[in-house]
């Protein structure tokens, strides 16, 4: 198994695993961080819908706790025909703990569907830099 195919295995699971009774749209999602390693996310909704949780942000969440601070690579997973691709505050997420090289891979539970670069999903970013 490649871990391209373990990373997708996990959003998977995580996909299966997420709350998210309002919506019905389940959201899976695996970074590699620049250790090798891997942590998952999924999304978890809330009654009062913007107190819920993107899946990219409890993999986010689960990478600070575990020691690690960069994203090499993000699967993010969802059904549907159209792509699903990070919400706008899990794009800025994302960019706190990447560089413009960061892979970002939109799935769906065949596979990949299209890859970018965070530069490319998120042109003229504001990050950490900014504030220096």
Known sequence: ???????????????????APYSRFKVGAVIRSDSGRLYAGCNVENASYPVGSCAEQGAISAMILGGDTKIADIVVM??????????GACRQRIREFSTPETRVLICDRNGVRKTMTLAEL???????????
């Open 1 to 19: 198994m490649t871990e391209l195919d373990k990373m997708l295995e996990m959003a998977r699971k995580a996909m299966e695993q997420a709350y």
């Open 78 to 87: 969802g059904d549907g025909e159209n792509l699903v691709s990070p919400c």
């Open 122 to 132: 998120l042109p003229v970013s504001f990050g950490p830099e900014n504030l220096s």
